[in-house]
């Protein structure tokens, strides 16, 4: 079944550690996002990637990098300059046409 | 600047009885605007686009309209399993989503 795969469901950061959360698609989409979501405040953009190789900071990218090296593939790296990374990240991609499909989420939890 | 705004925050309900759920949006070029149901600890999931004024969707108790500056979601005699978070999102020049907060549907049998 086509879908998007994040993992893991559950992460727990150090203080001043570096920690990177998977996605994987396969459904051939050309674009892909990143949200986080905190309890009250909805989803807000962090960095979205519209093609191989490319992406663009969101509302809320500082403390976050990407990459997209490959179509499948946007992983999300939380540093130690995000000050307050605890929250639940969610993954998506969308061929534009039929809204975005997301991932199941990651929670993360500094400890 | 493009926002969503919905409302109520929350929303307890008994079974059976019908209510809405409105999204109300600024953007600039509304290229569509999408309702999501989210379920604690899970994505979102899609449920409906809507891209012009006056266009409605459904799907079983849900029906979903537009105007050119808001959006409800109808909820027909809702049933306890359609407690969940029902998220908005416009998609305007700008590629991502913008998200609404989400209100927050309860419904007791």
């Known amino acids: 079944d086509g879908g998007i795969t994040q993992s893991p469901k559950y992460l727990f950061r150090k203080e001043g550690q570096n920690v990177t959360l998977s996605c994987e698609q396969n459904l051939n989409h050309d674009a892909m996002y990143w949200y986080r979501q905190d309890p009250g405040q909805g989803l807000r953009l962090i960095y979205y990637s519209q093609i191989v190789n490319d992406f663009q900071k969101g509302d809320i990218a500082e403390g976050y990098s990407v990459s997209r090296e490959k179509k499948e593939s946007f992983p999300l790296t939380v540093t130690s300059a995000q000050k307050n990374p605890t929250a639940f990240y969610l993954c998506?991609?969308?061929?534009?046409?039929?809204?975005?499909?997301f991932g199941s989420g990651t929670r993360l939890t500094v400890v | 600047e493009d926002q969503v705004t919905q409302s109520p925050e929350a929303l307890r309900l008994q079974e059976g009885e019908s209510s809405s759920l409105n999204c109300s949006y600024t953007v600039s070029g509304l290229r569509g605007l999408f309702w999501y149901r989210q379920d604690p600890g899970k994505g979102p999931e899609f449920l409906f686009t809507l891209y012009s004024a006056g266009e409605e969707k459904e799907k079983e108790r849900l029906k979903a309209t537009l105007t050119k500056k808001e959006s409800f979601l109808h909820i027909t005699a809702p049933k306890p399993e359609d407690s969940a978070t029902y998220l908005c999102?416009?998609?305007?020049?700008?590629?991502?989503?913008?998200f609404g907060k989400g209100t927050t549907l309860s419904v007791s049998s």
């Open positions: 998506a991609s969308s061929d534009t046409e039929y809204g975005y499909t």
């Open positions: 999102a416009v998609q305007g020049v700008r590629t991502a989503l913008i």
